[in-house]
């Protein structure tokens, strides 16, 4: 039986999402920045750890300068 990278414990098959190549449980499956919920395939990576698309990947890890970067305009919950 897989284990979440996140909580690790085991996922049965009912309660698993797979992203990045491994199976997690679907409230496991959160940004690393935000704790915003994600979907399979629907975000970003980095060093095998999930981020949000927008804004925290692309503020941590995207370009810099004017108009690029920073998690301002992002809902923290």
């Known amino acids: 039986m897989p ?6 414990k085991e996922v049965y098959f009912a309660e698993k999402v797979t992203s990045l190549g491994k199976d997690w449980h679907r409230p496991c499956l959160k940004c690393e920045k935000c704790s915003k919920t994600l979907t399979s395939g629907g975000h970003a ?9 927008k804004p925290c990947y692309a503020a941590l890890f995207g ?15």
């Open 3 to 8: 284990k979440c990278p996140k909580c690790n």
């Open 45 to 53: 990576e980095h060093d095998g750890k999930p981020y949000c698309n």
């Open 63 to 77: 370009p810099k300068g004017f108009g690029h970067g920073g998690t301002e305009s992002h809902t923290f919950n």
